[in-house]
């Protein structure tokens, strides 16, 4: 039976109807269930008003903030490395990452931090969510999204920045994208000594992304994105700012450096 204008019924189904995933792989998908993990990057600022305080005040305030670190750092709910910011970028004194399946775990730390002593002088400045998983231009083996873990923090600096598409890179065919991005892993072979950690923030977030390089080797970072700077992927980059050089370090070093509280 045919369908004519004035119908106020859904026009009849033509043949069967089918999920199709953007990258073209034909899927009948329930919902997630898998545990994976959360990603939380949060920058804070001190107070400068915190370093006018007297000595025996910014001391105890110190030491309260260290052992809450450390109890964090010791949890099996979460893991947690710590990075400064002091003298690399203007706003900015350090940052956590923290990774945990549940990502209430993160609400939970933050909790704890604005009842101490020293939290009364923080501003969390910057904060990105994401969730890892395999990206499917890498690895496209059916499974590829299973049993994924992140071993974080291994390089001296981490090199992070949220990082979000064009709609227009989404309209393209899958065929186009993953040959930009065989173009995009190509260039980023030679460079041995920078370890990406990618995950994603659609619909958790404002960017699509948070990227995140590990690495020993600041000049190796700085000459890999400028080569990525001529793929032709990089036409479609909305917004890849702000960018940060953090420098991994244990919190009570990092205290020291912002209010010499030895």
């Known amino acids: 039976m045919e369908h004519s204008p004035g119908d106020t019924g859904p026009p009849p189904r033509r043949g069967p109807s089918v999920d199709l995933d953007p990258t073209g792989i034909?899927?009948?998908?329930?919902?997630?269930?898998?545990?994976?993990?959360?990603?939380?990057?949060?920058?804070?600022?001190?107070?400068?008003?915190f370093r006018r305080l007297p000595a025996d005040e910014r001391r105890a305030a110190g030491t309260e903030f260290i052992e809450l670190v450390r109890k964090w750092e010791s949890s099996e709910d979460l893991i947690l490395r710590t990075y400064s910011l002091v003298g690399l970028r203007a706003g900015v004194d350090f940052m956590l990452w923290q990774i945990a399946f549940d990502p209430l775990c993160f609400q939970s730390?933050?909790?704890?931090?604005?009842?101490?002593q020293l939290g009364?002088?923080?501003?969390?400045?910057?904060?990105?969510?994401?969730l890892q998983r395999r990206s499917q231009y890498v690895n496209r083996m059916k499974g590829a999204g299973e049993g994924v873990e992140l071993l974080p923090g291994q390089g001296k600096f981490l090199f992070v920045y949220p990082f979000s598409k064009t709609r227009s890179w989404y309209r393209l065919s899958p065929h186009a994208r993953q040959g930009m991005m065989d173009e995009h892993i190509a260039v980023s072979a030679p460079f041995k000594g920078v370890s990406l950690n990618s995950s994603y923030s659609y619909g958790i977030d404002d960017q699509d992304f948070v990227v995140a390089f590990d690495s020993d080797y600041p000049q190796e970072f700085v000459d890999l994105v400028g080569r990525l700077r001529y793929t032709e992927a990089s036409l479609y980059t909305q917004r890849d700012t702000p960018m940060f050089v953090c420098a991994k370090a244990p919190i009570d070093a990092i205290l020291a450096q912002l209010a010499n509280m030895d």
Do not use: C, W
């Open 120 to 130: 009364v002088y923080l501003s969390r400045v910057h904060n990105f969510l994401s």
């Open 109 to 116: 730390m933050e909790a704890t931090i604005r009842r101490s």
């Open 26 to 49: 034909v899927t009948g998908k329930g919902p997630d269930r898998q545990r994976r993990q959360f990603l939380n990057y949060s920058f804070y600022r001190l107070d400068p008003v």
